[in-house]
């Protein structure tokens, strides 16, 4: 699942620290995530990704763990479920 690429339908993403992958966000742009980890027993992050050829940036967003929902650019996400290993997520329709 590493380098899947979601669309417009709807599929749990699945991801284990340090995996990633990319939602497409519109029509040519797609966003890059990677799953970092609870950095303590309530708090999780993600790393975002923007980048094309040999520029690009990526930064770090945290979350509660009872935290439903994040948003990501133009994209919102379900968290479905949150553990030390593994997220798995839900894009809104």
């Given at each position: 699942m590493m380098k899947d690429t979601y669309g417009?339908?709807?599929?749990?993403?699945s991801l284990k620290v340090g995996e990633k992958t990319k939602i497409k966000s519109g029509f040519l742009n797609s966003i890059t995530l990677i799953y970092s980890g609870m950095i303590s027993r309530d708090i999780f992050s993600v790393s975002v990704l923007y980048g094309t050829g040999n520029q690009g940036f990526s930064y770090n967003l945290y979350?509660?763990?009872?935290?439903?929902?994040?948003?990501?650019?133009?994209?919102s996400l379900s968290i479905i479920e949150i553990s030390t290993d593994h997220l798995i997520l839900r894009k809104f329709e």
């Open positions: 417009n339908i709807s599929n749990d993403i979350y509660q763990k009872d935290t439903k929902s994040i948003k990501v650019g133009n994209e």
